[in-house]
């Protein structure tokens, strides 16, 4: 038995040497580096979620592209959601998905965590009206016609990795027509502007549109049209850990953790931050902070200032410029710190 075991060691071994080829073109040089048995992610927090048996690319390193694999993302919380699981899944059935949810649930940070543990690189595009198909597509600089720049998401059709299009609901017409063909399954993209070129999608291209949910407060956003919409098989929606009521014990810990204060003012932080979410979700403020607002508030807090103080210059600015409005959070504040403030 013990000589199975010796074998199956060395085969590892072996599999474990990187084949590495170079290819020299002109004046680019193109690496492919192949690294059978390689983890996915080099990320502290990679066993933290269940996504071992979702590898991203297979036999395939995007070492090439380091630079562009985000590092150091904070740990990521949820009540049971598993929203990184769930992104994981759905990139590796359907290739893309759609985050859906306020301002400040931890979307952007979230793909961010994906992107590093899985080891893909990410590139992110906000979609806000001053988002031109050039910058998305390429264009030609200077007079002749040899000067093309790729735009993102060309270079991403290309390379791989993870395009990340946020605020997807505010994008531009001409923008939405021209990406559509790229969301379908086997999509590609022609360069109508560059001779008809056509670009196949990248084996190892994936896709995260996401956007806050349609309605009057979000300035700008409108229903995601109907295109883009049919191409999205998975939806996930985003929500604060903490509202109203509901204090969720893990968001507590966490801000403990990152301002480094007590757990008596940690839970009346988010007790406080759980009651302007659920007034600003009714509709009776204009902003819900999230938890890296929290965290601002409490890091003065642990600076020496007593909560009010702390709050003036964070979350009762940071909520609205009215003076009213920024009375009822100063309100909030005083009923959960009571004397202490
Ligand atoms: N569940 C969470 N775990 C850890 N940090 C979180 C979580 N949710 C939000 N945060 C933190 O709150 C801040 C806001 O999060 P983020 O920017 O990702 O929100 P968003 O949903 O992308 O907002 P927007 O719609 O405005 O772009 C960040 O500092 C983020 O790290
Ligand atoms: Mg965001």
Not at 59 to 72: G, Q, R, T, V, W
Not at 178 to 200: C, F, M, Y
Not at 253 to 264: E, G, N, P, S, T
Request: net charge neutral; proline share 4%; charged share 25%.
């Amino acid at each position: 038995m013990s000589y199975g075991h010796q074998g199956l060691r060395e085969e590892r071994a072996i599999s474990r040497i990187e084949e590495v080829s170079s290819l020299r073109h002109d004046r680019f040089k193109v690496t492919v580096s192949i690294n059978k048995e390689r983890p996915m992610s080099k990320s502290p927090l990679y066993e933290k979620y269940n996504i071992q048996k979702y590898d991203l690319h297979p036999n395939y390193s995007f070492a090439h592209l380091e630079d562009m694999i985000p590092k150091n993302t904070p740990e990521y919380i949820d009540n049971g959601q598993h929203y990184v699981e769930r992104i994981v899944r759905a990139l590796y059935y359907f290739k893309q998905c759609a985050l859906i949810g306020p301002s400040g649930t931890g979307k952007t940070h979230v793909v961010y965590l994906v992107a590093e543990l899985c080891g893909l690189p990410l590139w992110e595009v906000n979609c806000g009206l001053q988002t031109s198909s050039y910058d998305l597509i390429g264009r030609f600089i200077g007079l002749g016609k040899e000067n093309w720049v790729d735009g993102l998401l060309t270079q991403w059709l290309r390379l791989g990795g993870i395009m990340y299009l946020d605020e997807a609901n505010m994008m531009k017409q001409d923008v939405a027509t021209r990406l559509n063909p790229v969301l379908d399954t086997r999509g590609h993209l022609v360069l109508n502007e560059k001779d008809n070129e056509v670009i196949e999608r990248h084996k190892y291209g994936y896709l995260i549109i996401s956007m806050n949910p349609y309605s009057a407060e979000f300035a700008g956003t409108k229903p995601l049209n109907a295109a883009m919409r049919r191409r999205m098989a998975v939806w996930i929606n985003f929500d604060y850990p903490s509202v109203g009521e509901r204090i969720a014990p893990n968001e507590v810990k966490m801000l403990q953790k990152r301002a480094k204060i007590d757990y008596d003012t940690a839970y009346k932080v988010i007790q406080v931050g759980a009651e302007l979410r659920r007034q600003y979700k009714v509709g009776d403020l204009p902003y819900g902070p999230s938890l890296g607002d929290l965290i601002n508030w409490a890091t003065l807090i642990y600076d020496g200032n007593t909560p009010l103080e702390a709050a003036e210059e964070t979350i009762i600015a940071l909520t609205s410029d009215n003076a009213d409005i920024q009375d009822d959070v100063r309100r909030v504040i005083e009923t959960v710190f009571g004397n202490s403030r």
